[in-house]
């Protein structure tokens, strides 16, 4: 149930940033970087938050306060679990907002950015299969620091294909992408499956099918 907002304006707000997520998984990839965040920016954060109580009391509160202290609020977590939930926070916030600019402004068609052509990393046979079937592809040689980066956005690719299917077939690709991760860290299909086994031995595998149930 919406409270206080334009009938459908959550809906809205929320599709929009969805379909900006796809421009932006269409654009780059899936991406995994660093959080960088930490007790760095703690006095920050305090900062933040005193700036927003004295708008307040001023009769001065603006969305940019409020934004910006759940912002620096998840810069200064380190937990991964808080750092979440500060996001979430930070999130729900910044949607708050849309809609409030919804309200005054009347909303508007939210158009995404595909600045660059999509593309994606392809086995080697891939271009030469397109052409025998009467296709033409386009196709470019990664640079060598590229690799890793086209190679974690392929696991995630075919762990999602998996996921979806359910299809074992699918697990041949996935090891493959597996094989081609271990070789930029120059370890040979056999050396990985000799790391597996070392663990496996130490901790077990997975086939008690136990769940660990986690702290609250």
Same mark, same amino acid.
């Given at each position: 149930?919406?409270?206080e907002?334009?009938?459908g ?7 929009d940033v ?27 954060a305090?900062?933040a ?7 307040w009391? =001023? ?8 934004l ?13 679990l ?6 979430i ?8 907002w ?11 068609v ?10 994606k990393l392809?086995?080697d046979?891939?271009p ?7 296709g033409?592809?386009?196709?470019r ?32 690709d996935?090891?493959e ?24 031995a130490? =901790?077990?595998?997975?086939?008690? =099918? ?7």
């Amino acid at each position: 149930m919406e409270t206080e907002q334009a009938p459908g304006s959550l809906a809205r707000a929320l599709a929009d940033v969805a379909a900006e997520r796809e421009a932006q998984d269409r654009k780059w990839g899936v991406q995994e970087f660093p959080d960088g965040t930490g007790p760095g920016f703690t006095a920050r954060a305090e900062e933040a938050k005193q700036e927003c109580a004295a708008a307040w009391s =001023r009769g001065e509160l603006t969305w940019r306060h409020i934004l910006t202290e759940e912002f620096y609020e998840a810069l200064a977590e380190s937990d991964p679990l808080s750092l979440r939930n500060e996001l979430i926070q930070t999130a729900a916030v910044a949607l708050k907002w849309v809609q409030s600019l919804d309200r005054r402004h009347g909303g508007t068609v939210h158009r995404t950015g595909d600045g660059r052509r999509s593309e994606k990393l392809v086995r080697d046979r891939i271009p030469e299969i397109i052409r025998d079937a009467g296709g033409s592809p386009e196709t470019r040689t990664a640079a060598p620091g590229e690799q890793g980066a086209l190679l974690r956005n392929k696991l995630y690719e075919e762990a999602g294909e998996y996921i979806a299917t359910d299809d074992p077939a699918e697990l041949s690709d996935l090891l493959e992408v597996l094989h081609a991760l271990a070789a930029l860290h120059g370890l040979s299909p056999e050396q990985l499956e000799e790391q597996r086994a070392a663990k496996a031995a130490e =901790r077990g595998g997975f086939s008690a =099918r136990l769940v660990l149930r986690l702290p609250r």
